[in-house]
């Protein structure tokens, strides 16, 4: 009887092994490294700087397409592949959110992984990366903001928030026409950035080319000029106390603009053109503000050139936290 027990004893303590034995390598084939959380990608934008909500002025109109690529258990001390990354398409809300739509959407896997992430977006809100990028020749409405291109990268560990900074990589200029002249109290003001199609319109770039957070352009053929945005009378930098007859602004491929070559021409029932006494450089992510005075004499007299990063607060970065 006892010999009995025994043995059925032995059969359970054996069973029950096997069980755990089963039991425990299930677990490590089937439980998450880390917490399985996806990634949170939140969006802070800078102060609008005019009435228009959208990316030239440092805010989200709740339409962008943003597209993010995210390399897993990322190894620093190798070269990204990123044949290998996961590929989502996100929206960026008015609230600083940016909602996953489609696509891959990459989890947390451990609590020490690392992962590489960089993102776009297109003014013309595409779902397709490319390398090539050309603005708008007529930037007034929408063609503006659609003209502008937005990249962002950096690496992050331990399951925290994604915080991209994204960096404009066109330029922006802007045109302030005082009130004075003979454009005097005119409501039929327009600027034209460029002059007999000398503006490079088109270019192309790669992650593999950049400058600190911005590409390197290769500048294509395409060349033409830009009607410029209208951004309304806007008060002066040089003199708080004087506020514009109409002031425009255009997105422009970065490009140098050749001495003697002309760069503005503001419409009022006849031309007025403003050439470069020397070489005029536009970079990435900066903006250059002209504040012009139209004379009978010669024409346009640039009173003033500012050249700044594109956001006062952190050089010309659209910051995501």
């Known amino acids: 009887m006892n010999r009995l027990s025994d043995l059925k004893r032995m059969i359970l303590l054996l069973l029950a092994g096997i069980l755990s034995a089963c039991s425990h390598d299930d677990l490590t084939e089937t439980r998450p490294s880390g917490n399985g959380e996806p990634l949170v990608l939140t969006a802070t934008m800078a102060d609008a700087t005019t ?83 050309s603005v708008q020749t007529n930037q007034t409405g929408d063609n503006y903001a659609k003209s502008d291109l937005l990249f ?64 390197n352009w290769t500048q294509g053929n395409t060349m033409g000029t830009i009607t410029a945005y209208s951004l309304g009378p806007q008060p002066l930098a040089s003199d708080g106390n004087e506020t514009s007859l109409a002031s425009f602004a255009a997105l422009v491929i970065p490009q140098t603009v050749k001495e003697n070559e002309y760069y503005l021409v503001i419409n009022n029932r006849r031309e007025y053109s403003c050439y470069a006494s020397k070489d005029i450089v536009w970079n990435a992510g900066h903006s250059y503000t002209y504040e012009v005075t139209i004379t009978k004499e010669s024409g346009v007299w640039v009173n003033s050139v500012i050249v700044s990063p594109w956001t006062e607060q952190d050089g010309g970065s659209l910051e995501t936290e």
Not at 58 to 70: D, K, L, P, Y
Not at 172 to 189: A, L, T
Not at 198 to 204: A, S
Request: proline share 2%; charged share 25%; hydrophobic share 30%.
């Open 51 to 133: 009435d228009t909500r959208a990316t030239p002025d440092n805010s989200w109109e709740g339409t962008e397409t943003v597209i993010v690529e995210v390399i897993d258990n990322y190894d620093d001390t190798t070269t990204p592949d990123w044949t290998q990354a996961k590929r989502g398409i996100y929206t960026a809300g008015t609230d600083g959110k940016l909602t996953f739509t489609s696509g891959e959407q990459s989890s947390w896997l451990s609590d020490n992984e690392t992962k590489f992430v960089r993102a776009w977006h297109y003014g013309n809100n595409s779902e397709e990366r490319s390398d090539s990028w």
């Open 152 to 215: 962002a990268q950096g690496r992050v560990s331990g399951g925290q928030e994604i915080a991209l900074k994204f960096y404009h990589q066109v330029a922006k200029v802007v045109v302030h026409v005082r009130n004075v002249g003979p454009v005097y109290e005119s409501d039929d003001v327009s600027v034209t950035i460029g002059d007999i199609n000398n503006i490079v319109m088109n270019g192309t770039v790669s992650t593999d080319d950049m400058d600190g957070n911005y590409f």
